[in-house]
């Protein structure tokens, strides 16, 4: 027997898989952090843990074709994309069937076939990139967005100002999301920028802003909502500053002791966007403690898996050091 879903079952479902996304990202994280100091993981790597709703509220307003292109904090926006974590994770383990061939790492992932088009370790240097996805898309009149992602302190860079003016002057269809943790890597927000109400920055190019929660992830889709709608009607870029927190250092190396231990709690406590959704849905759709136990021990079952594949997994032939170079 077919049974017609209503409008509130539909929110319901909606609701309940947002909330799988972002614990998905969250349980993600947990572990990569515990293999990279079980030595399973090295060189850098920047954990999302706090910023799950960003990604998860984009990506629900993004449609097939749309580009995304972050910067290093990026495993967060592979998996709300679509990317396995299994590969993920094999990647940031150095291992062939990670989706850089072990050879990126943590920062510098790309699938082409989910348009994720990296992970990039200089600061700022993706927002050229992505305005020129958008320039390809305009070109190619396919309706199609680039979701730019940067954080607060490379909206400080030179390179992002120039992108905006050939963004505003060709009327390009990229949304700029600038994901302010609060923190560019050690430096709080208030003693870096001038002009701390970032989404302000592209006023001299006639580029529109919003301020959003980054912590709900309701707020996010809403605004982005707003902000595809924009572009894609051929009106040009658009800026959404997302205000959220990370909870955990800038990398792994970082012990972040330029904030108190009762901030990040603060945070943890009272504005955790995978605690404020499970309130929702606990509260409009009477989910019990059993349904969402369910849900993370599924998740935990998906991260643990990816884990045992990954650390399982062959590292790449000594041929591979001659593929991908380019003259």
Known sequence: MTVKKTKKDLSEITLT???KQMLLIRRFEEKAGQLYG???IGGFCHLYIGQEAVVVGLESVAKKGDQRITSYRDHGHMIACGMEPKNVMSELTGKHNGYSKGKGGSMHMFSKEKNFFGGHGIVGAQVPIGGGLAFANRYRK????????????????GQVYETFNMASLWKLPVIFVIENNQYAMGTSLKRASSTPALYTRGAAFGIPGQAVDGMDVLKVRAAGLIATKHCRTGKGPFILEMNTYRYRGHSMSD???????DEVQKMRAERDPIDN???ILVKRFKKT?????????AVKAEISEAADFAIN???PP?????????N
């Open 17 to 19: 898989n947002y909330y």
């Open 38 to 40: 079980m030595g399973h």
């Open 142 to 157: 396919n309706k199609l967005l680039s979701f730019t992602y940067f954080g607060d302190g490379a909206a400080n860079q």
């Open 255 to 261: 012990p972040a002791k330029y904030r108190t231990r």
């Open 277 to 279: 959704l499970r309130s």
């Open 289 to 297: 403690e059993d349904d969402l136990k369910l849900i993370d021990r």
């Open 313 to 315: 997994s062959d590292e």
């Open 318 to 326: 000594t041929s591979e050091l001659w593929t991908d170079i380019y």
